[in-house]
């Protein structure tokens, strides 16, 4: 590529796939593991079921009565999603389904067992259903896009449809302090749980479009080559799109998380370490001068550096600390499903406090199953974004990779007093339609990513260098 | 690029790093901070997730718990609470725990170590105990008896069994009933605040957690230390005692409401409570001995449980000696519990050696197996066994032919003292009345009963009220429970 096409195109791809053993090919190395992936969904459903049967026993003696039904569904979406899979991308990393099925599974059983305690606000059953919508938009991503490149020609429409998304909260009542949700009918949901996908997509295909511009122009002072204002440009949007999303809708975490995205992508695609640097020094001048401006966030802060002020002045305990003190009563294996007593976080204990039921529950030993899960998910992730050839593919790899693993950290760092709360899902394990759904959509295209890799032929998953 | 998707990966890993290690931080070596904060209800969950242990009377359970169904469950009760408030106290979810509720709350909330099955059962399976079950040394009847003779007057009822120090009676009047503070809702809160308010404290333990001025009554140990330091040898000889009696270095003169005290014997000094003759014998007796006599009666005593805290009964030390003749005949700052006037009545039931008084018989766990027992705790030498013997005679008289006529009982023995207690600026407040007795079978061995009743009744005439008057009777009834009568 030359310097005549320097921005995202709408086009072809301008780098010709690499012939011979093609993507469409048959595959030439190794079995396809499908086997492996159902036998993975498996164990994934039924360690979700015998949570579910734990948390009827532990309460009242019996097991629930929709347990069948419950199992019935959780097997249902895991046996389609698997059907989809086997069909249109059968050389699929046979990790990320099961473990998927099994996130979803295990955050239905935490919200199923903090419905026992509220009586009045059920949320499992609507969970379930957005959980069946997720696995069905993971189908039909599966068999829509067969090959990830497509959505290199929807690069403006993705930035497009996300900043829609992001700017159409800020004309609905806040809730909770934070105008993130847009509310129609009995509905609502948090547009920019998709947006961030929706940016995965724009920055991959921006960035691999300009590649060469990113990398090799620009002057250079004392060794370091600075980048050029057009390669500059769309940092500064994002910067300051993350930032505004921050000030008028007082959303911290995704503020945060898209600025790490774009920061990681941003570096992955040029190679210059100055980007964290400058990326980590821009982030951290906003986060402080909005903390010190906006009173909502400022008190976020506050309640991170001092989690038991409140009680010692006599105003109560925060969430955090009733979150912290389900952490600690957990201990090393937890007081078994059903005999916590997490629901004392109130408000938000089903979404954003959702790692502490499994805290308090399941102990540090099952928390560090669900960090080694996602782990997982974003090293397969990551791997498939190297052995990926094509740029675009690379890069989108990364981000969504990214994305969970950023995602985990804000949220779960927010509720354990790691880093200061910021409202969030915890993926696959919160209670929240938009989120559950999202998750599923990154999943399909790891799916779709890793398929598309192992396909490649070793020789060629080095030749992008 | 790819070396950069790796370290980008690598950071990502490295996020999820930070998140199990803080993870472990917190959860495996968690601070106090958190465990222990007021805000943290998992304590207070955990606690009232059981039935608490029951407190037992004749074997029989004075308390029960009642299922809420809410977040702290179970919630105490009493079948009779204002009876026993003076024993149990109360157990409230709001407002903690007093007396045997609080000294028992190991066993009754089930955390003592003694009722797991094996040591350290607890710590490893996370688990509590179900509660166990304190057995009180108090008997119904006797405890019925000094309920219905105070009858609603302000005043209190001890009552020991002298031999071994069993407390069969500890009753405060007026009384409230503790089950009203047991929950948290508004009704506790209202509760709390008329009974902490009202103006006849209905919470405090007069029997064991009020101090008075012992009066007469306490002659007792005045006349115990002058036998025993040899100051009087013969309870019959005169006492050479002026009568007005002059306080030393003073002009101030202290008399007798009787005739007769002038020069009279032990005895008679004794049998119609002649103020002048005690005043002299403390004095002459002289302040160390005075002291530690009244310290080996429990006077002074800081540490006392039984397992409830009792207040410090008290005896000056540093007095100049128109003080120790005040001090002698339980006026000025000595002051008594009603169970430390018990006490010296039991001392001298029992023959001159006392076990120190305890109100709880032993302890099992739910299903009944013995966690502990209340073992005789070493005995304490009052006073001499001659002394004692004497002062059994001196006490029988007041009964038979003095001034406590009216707590005699037919085919019993009984022994007591009055005590007519001035208080208040200037002595202006309605006296306090005072009896100490003590009672045994003429069949037994030993005797059944010691007790001490003092009634403080505003509305009474002040002529009315006095020992004789109106505590030995209440002192009858309570000896004719214990007597099985």
Redesign the interface.
């Known amino acids: 590529m030359t310097g005549t096409t320097t921005g995202p195109t709408t086009g072809p791809p301008p780098r010709p796939v690499t012939p011979g053993p093609g993507l469409r090919g048959p595959a030439a190395d190794g079995p396809s593991r499908r086997g492996t992936e159902f036998f993975l969904l498996l164990v994934a459903v039924l360690l979700s079921v015998s949570g579910y049967l734990t948390v009827g026993l532990t309460l009242h003696g019996t097991p629930p009565p929709d347990t069948l039904r419950y199992a019935a569904g959780l097997g249902a979406l895991a046996l389609l999603a698997h059907g989809a899979v086997r069909l249109t991308a059968p050389y699929a990393d046979p990790l990320l389904l099961p473990i998927a099925v099994l996130l979803n599974g295990m955050g239905l059983v935490l919200i199923h067992r903090l419905d026992q305690e509220t009586p009045h606000d059920q949320a499992a059953g609507s969970q379930l259903v957005w959980s069946t919508a997720g696995a069905a938009l993971f189908i039909l991503v599966v068999l829509l896009v067969r090959d990830h490149r497509v959505l290199r020609r929807y690069t403006f429409l993705s930035v497009a449809a996300a900043l829609t998304l992001m700017v159409l909260p800020v004309f609905f009542p806040p809730v909770n302090g934070a105008r993130i949700w847009i509310r129609f009918g009995g509905f609502s949901f948090q547009p920019a749980e998709f947006a961030k996908v929706l940016l995965a997509v724009f920055f991959a295909g921006h960035l691999a479009a300009g590649l060469a511009v990113l990398r090799d122009s620009g002057r250079k002072v004392w060794g370091v080559r600075l980048p050029t204002g057009r390669a500059l440009g769309p940092v500064a949007a994002v910067w300051l799109l993350s930032v505004g999303v921050l000030v008028l809708e007082r959303d911290l975490g995704t503020s945060l998380l898209f600025f790490g995205l774009f920061v990681v992508m941003l570096y992955v695609a040029t190679g210059w370490t100055g980007w964290i640097t400058v990326g980590l020094l821009l982030a951290g001048a906003g986060a402080w001068a909005v903390g010190r401006l906006e009173p909502h966030v400022h008190a976020r802060v506050t309640d991170w550096l001092h989690p038991l002020a409140s009680i010692e002045a006599g105003e109560g305990s925060s969430q955090l600390a009733q979150s912290l003190f389900a952490f600690a009563s957990g201990g090393l294996f937890g007081t078994g499903l059903g005999a916590g007593h997490s629901v004392l976080i109130g408000f938000a204990a089903k979404s954003d406090f959702i790692l502490a039921t499994a805290g308090e529950e399941l102990g540090w030993a099952g928390l560090a199953a669900l960090f080694v899960l996602y782990g997982l998910l974003v090293e397969r992730g990551f791997r498939c974004g190297l052995a990926l050839e094509d740029p675009f593919g690379r890069l989108l790899a990364t981000g969504l990779a990214s994305i969970v693993a950023l995602q985990v950290f804000v949220i779960a760092g927010g509720v354990t007093g790691l880093i200061p709360l910021t409202g969030m899902a915890m993926p696959f394990l919160a209670q929240g339609g938009s989120s559950v759904v999202t998750n599923w959509v990154i999943v399909a295209l790891l799916i779709r990513l890793s398929d598309s890799a192992r396909r490649q032929a070793p020789a060629l998953a080095e030749a992008d260098r | 690029?790819?070396?950069?998707?790796?370290?980008?990966?690598v950071?990502?890993?490295l996020?999820?790093l930070?998140?199990?290690v803080?993870?472990?931080r917190?959860?495996?070596f968690?601070?106090a901070?958190?465990?222990d904060?007021?805000?943290?209800?998992?304590t207070a969950?955990t606690r009232y997730a059981q039935p608490r242990g029951e407190i037992l009377v004749d074997g029989r359970p004075v308390t029960g718990s009642r299922d809420t169904g809410e977040l702290l469950r179970y919630e105490r009760t009493y079948t009779d609470g204002p009876l026993y408030a003076p024993v149990t106290g109360y157990a409230s979810q709001q407002y903690g725990t007093t007396l045997l509720e609080a000294a028992e709350d190991g066993v009754l909330s089930g955390t003592d170590p003694g009722l797991a099955p094996l040591p350290l059962w607890n710590d490893l399976t996370?688990g509590r105990s179900p509660g166990g079950k304190v057995a009180t040394t108090i008997k119904a009847a006797v405890q019925k008896a000094a309920y219905e003779g105070l009858a609603g007057r302000k005043g209190a009822v001890a009552a020991l069994e002298p031999v071994s120090g069993r407390v069969l009676a500890l009753v405060s009047s007026p009384s409230y009933d503790p089950g009203r503070l047991s929950g948290t809702g508004p009704a506790a809160a209202g509760a709390w605040q008329q009974l902490t308010r009202a103006a006849d404290e209905p919470m405090l333990n007069r029997a064991i957690r009020q101090t008075y001025p012992p009066g007469s009554a306490f002659k007792v140990v005045t006349a115990a230390a002058a036998l025993d330091a040899g100051t009087v040898t013969d309870p019959d000889a005169p006492t050479r005692s002026p009568d007005p009696y002059t306080l030393p270095g003073s002009e101030k003169q202290l008399s007798n409401e009787v005739e007769g005290c002038a020069d009279a014997s032990l005895r008679y000094a004794f049998q119609w409570s002649c103020n002048t003759v005690f005043a002299g014998l403390g004095v002459r007796v002289g302040l160390d001995g005075m002291v530690a006599a009244a310290e080996r009666f429990g006077f002074n005593d800081r540490g006392l449980r039984i397992p409830s805290r009792v207040a410090p009964s008290t005896f000056a030390t540093g007095m100049d000696e128109a003080q120790l003749a005040l001090s002698s005949i339980g006026q000025y700052d000595t002051r008594a519990t009603p169970l430390q006037m018990a006490s010296v009545a039991a001392a001298v039931a029992a023959g001159g050696s006392v076990r120190p008084p305890r109100l709880v018989e032993g302890t099992t766990t739910g299903s009944g197996s013995p966690v502990w027992t209340g073992g005789p705790p070493g005995y304490r030498q009052v006073m001499n066994p001659g002394t004692a013997s004497v002062l059994r005679q001196l006490m029988r008289d007041v009964v038979e032919d003095g001034t406590g006529t009216n707590a005699a009982i037919e085919g019993a023995e009984v022994g007591g003292k009055t005590g007519t207690a001035q208080h208040g600026v200037g002595n202006a407040g309605v006296p306090y009345a005072w009896f100490i007795s003590w009672a045994r079978d003429e069949e037994a061995i030993e005797p059944a009963v010691a007790v001490a009743v003092v009634v403080e009744d505003e509305e009474a005439r002040r002529e009315a009220i006095s020992g004789g008057g109106t505590a030995a009777p209440i002192a009858r009834a309570v000896m004719e429970a214990a007597l099985g009568r």
């Open positions: 690029m790819t070396r950069c998707i790796r370290r980008a990966g950071l990502c890993l996020l999820l930070a998140l199990l803080h993870t472990a917190l959860q495996l968690t601070g901070e958190l465990t904060s007021s805000a943290n209800r998992r969950i996370g």
